[in-house]
């Protein structure tokens, strides 16, 4: 569940990673392209490859303890909209400000009981390719436990970059580029 408190306090340990982060080769569409939710010390990222093809299946895997660190989310959003500095990621986390709050709204959380409405949140088709923004929804799933994970087809268009981020620890960011 979405615990304000515990997402809040993990936050104010978390170090910043930069957009993109590590990155491996593409799959075929007859393979499934993972990306992780990882931890290494105090730092959380995610680990995947730079591109996916369209028609591909992306498994979204959390390989962290939820029970230490709080709960996460996997949620497309369009570059603009993604907090940079280290004071607007602290924002972002601590007050649920500007994106960070529209992606708790996106699932329909009760900040008070931490109880998740809706999970996951399909935007658009069926599958991976609608970015949310401050006004409209983007695709999103929401993760409370290690090992727990959620796979969807790619639908986005051949050159579209997915940017993603967790919205309980907005210093996870990365990208993935849709090819053909």
């Known amino acids: 569940m979405l615990r304000a408190s515990g997402a809040l306090a993990a936050v104010t340990t978390a170090t910043v990673v930069l957009v ?8 075929s569409k007859a393979g ?28 979204i895997k959390n ?19 993604l907090p940079k500095t280290e004071e607007e990621i602290k924002e972002c ?15 329909e959380v009760d900040l008070q009981s ?7 949140v399909d935007a658009g088709d069926n599958g991976w390719d609608t970015k949310g923004t401050l006004k409209r929804k983007g695709d999103s799933w929401v993760s409370e436990q290690d090992g727990q994970s959620f796979k969807a087809e790619v639908t986005a268009p ?18 993935i580029k849709v090819g053909g």
């Not at 680990?47 to 498994?59: F, N, Q, S, W």
């Not at 390989?63 to 909209?81: C, W």
């Not at 931490?114 to 996951?120: A, F």
Request: charged fraction near 25%.
């Open 93 to 107: 986390a601590r007050k649920f400000a500007k994106i960070c709050g529209e992606v708790v709204e996106w699932h």
């Open 20 to 27: 993109g982060g590590p990155a491996t080769a593409s799959t």
């Open 114 to 120: 931490g109880e998740v409405g809706e999970n996951p």
């Open 158 to 175: 051949e050159g579209k970059t997915l940017q993603y981020f967790c919205a309980v620890h907005p210093e996870m960011q990365g990208e």
């Open 32 to 59: 499934a392209t993972v990306i992780t939710m990882e931890q290494d010390g105090k730092e959380l990222f995610f680990e995947g490859p730079a591109t996916v093809e369209r028609g591909a299946t992306l498994k």
């Open 63 to 81: 390989q962290t303890d939820p029970r230490k660190i709080g709960p996460h989310t996997f949620s497309l959003v369009r570059e603009a909209v």
